[in-house]
């Protein structure tokens, strides 16, 4: 009888979706059933060789997934997902543990369909239970984010050994069936036994293209390529993990990692520090003959909001205009032309250099979402387009400091003997840094503080400090930045919802708890068109900027990077990313060759 009533559900279920390959949150997937891989990949590209990279601070930890201790670099290269991203369009999943998915036409649920070759690297299959067991750890122990990011998940339970199906709650949520896509499964069998939420040095168990090979705690780590690894022919791994070997080796400076890398310990480095890029490499003759490669590459990629972050749980930045009057003490122009050598562009949307960021005046459809929160979100939000504070790039900020002043004193703040004060508290406050680069960057921003009679220090503490101060909100300012993707959804909850605030390990470093906020985020969610998602998310940003969360720092357009000349890559990386190792290779020859010099 059981027998009878699982075939019937099955039969139910598959009448009522089709099962597929892949899933696009609108449209249709550009790759169909029988495609042999990735557009932006070399599918034929060899397998071998080792890259050395470099990572910072310190590790004590192999499990990724909790908030304890600091994880080691590469440590998610043990775990496959049900489901991979393309690089090359805006929100599109293929199977990767699944080999097929059904969802039905209001997406109120999916089913996975585990592909019947996958494997733990102890030969153990992968299974529902397996899947089950990664949902429930996850949003129980795991990392707070898990939480939020599966929140509309109602229930999820095995149909049979390779199928799962995860039911959603009532309400639209066009992305969730594929936020669980991205979920990486652990192995049940595995952790049974062990604590997850603590930290341990014990390298666990994967599906995965990658395996830990040898490590020395906190120094170093080297995964080694799984040989017999059972997805290394499905179409989205044709052309990827090609290294048989990838090792970090860690630093704690990053002057000692830069001179590091010039003798050759280590092959790749990005150059994201502009000063490095200009004047590190000066007359090095490696570059010169041609044994590193200096190389700038255009990339199409959306820019999330990078700066300098207040936290508005403490009562000195509560006010608005007292956030954007100390926005009025950073000299980008000054800063980009003195320290960045005219390299970076100002950051002045949460969603830069794509067709989601607010731009002019709001209008049509974006308009009618804002009208309806009038009086509950700033004004400027309908009369003006926000820029942040200019200069003309001489170093003078006598205009811009007068502004600040008369914004402090509209929130009551006043200078007393040379002191900022409110009702007796004077205006301290520290920004805390987990490295020393931005360092020369704050510095002329403290002495231009100091001129409106504000006490700013500058502290910067070693990765593992960092982190827990960052994770508990334990700070005043911080550096931070929002990756964001051509397709927000369920991830803006972990940046900017109530909830998140209160959560430790959450992204809403700011600390905004704004029921507008929160409903906006809950509508770009639940978007039913690609339209309606871009009004929203321009509606948002907007309303983000307005409220000045962060001093708005800068970003740069294209990959600047060096590497030592014994690789191969694609001579133009996806529109969505690098693909830096994922899709590079080994190449034998050139290795023979710089070695030989």
């Known amino acids: 009888m059981q027998a009878l009533i699982l075939c019937l559900l099955l039969a139910a279920v598959a009448h009522a979706a089709d099962r597929a390959h892949a899933f696009a949150l ?4 550009k790759y169909g059933p029988d495609f042999t891989h990735f557009d932006y990949v070399n599918p034929s590209a060899p397998k071998g060789g080792e890259i050395r990279l470099a990572a910072f601070g310190t590790y004590d930890n192999l499990n990724p997934f909790t908030l304890k201790g600091v994880a080691a670099a590469g440590s998610l290269m043990l775990y496959n997902r049900l489901c991979t991203k393309s690089q090359d369009e805006p929100f599109t999943e293929y199977g990767q543990l699944a080999a097929q998915m059904q969802m039905p036409e209001d997406r109120s649920y999916i089913i996975f369909e585990l592909h019947p070759a996958a494997r733990w690297h102890d030969g153990v299959p992968v299974t529902a239970a397996d899947v089950i067991f990664s949902f429930d750890i996850l949003t129980t122990k795991g990392i707070p984010f898990f939480r939020t990011f599966y929140a509309d998940v109602d229930t999820v339970f095995a149909l049979d050994e390779r199928q799962v199906k995860f039911e959603f709650k009532e309400g639209t949520n066009r992305e969730m069936p594929l936020i669980i896509g991205q979920l990486r499964v652990l192995p049940k069998h595995y952790w049974q036994g062990r604590e997850f939420a603590a930290t341990t040095l014990e390298p666990p168990l994967g599906s995965g293209p990658y395996q830990i090979a040898e490590f020395e705690p906190g120094r170093s780590i080297t995964y080694e390529r799984v040989a017999d690894y059972w997805g290394r022919d499905l179409p989205v791994h044709k052309g990827r993990h090609n290294f048989d070997r990838i090792r970090y080796e860690y630093y704690r400076d990053q002057t000692v990692a830069i001179e590091a890398f010039k003798t050759g310990e280590y092959d790749y480095r990005l150059l994201s520090d502009a000063k490095e890029w200009a004047t590190h490499y000066e007359d090095f003759a490696p570059i010169a003959e041609g044994r590193m490669l200096k190389v700038q590459i255009p990339h199409r990629l959306i820019r999330g909001m990078s700066g300098f972050a207040f936290n508005t749980r403490r009562g000195k930045f509560k006010d608005p205009k007292v956030r954007q009057a100390l926005a009025y003490a950073y000299d980008f122009e000054w800063t980009n032309k003195n320290l960045f050598y005219g390299l970076l562009t100002r950051s002045n949307s949460y969603w830069g250099n794509s067709d989601l960021g607010a731009s002019g005046l709001p209008d049509g459809r974006e308009l009618e979402i804002l009208a309806a929160y009038r009086g509950r979100i700033p004004d400027e939000v309908f009369t003006t387009a926000y820029a942040p504070p200019a200069t003309n790039g001489s170093g003078q900020l006598r205009q811009n400091l007068r502004t600040a002043r008369k914004l402090l004193a509209a929130a009551g703040w006043t200078v007393v003997d040379g002191k900022l004060t409110h009702a007796g508290e004077v205006m301290r406050f520290e920004f805390l840094l987990g490295a020393s680069s931005y360092e ?14 504000i006490e700013a220090t500058i502290r910067t503490v070693d990765a593992a400090q960092y982190q827990n101060r960052v994770q508990n909100f334990d700070f005043d300012i911080i550096a931070a930045s929002w990756r964001q993707t051509l397709s927000p959804g369920n991830e803006q909850r972990n940046f900017w919802s109530s909830t998140a605030a209160q959560s430790a390990g959450s992204r809403n470093y700011v600390g905004i708890a704004d029921p507008v906020i929160d409903e906006l985020i809950e509508r770009q969610i639940a978007a039913a068109d690609r339209p309606t998602q871009v009004a929203l998310t321009r509606a948002l940003d907007r309303i983000l900027l307005w409220n000045h969360y962060v001093i708005p720092g800068s970003h740069s357009r294209s990959y600047r990077l060096a590497y030592w000349n014994k690789f191969g890559r ?14 590079w290779w080994w190449d034998a020859e050139k290795a023979a060759l710089l070695e030989a010099q």
């Open 440 to 453: 020369r960057v704050l510095s002329p921003i403290v002495q231009n503080l100091e001129r409106l009679g």
């Open 570 to 583: 694609m001579s133009e990386p996806a529109p969505n990313g690098l693909g830096f190792p994922d899709t």
């Open 26 to 29: 609108y449209g249709t997937p």
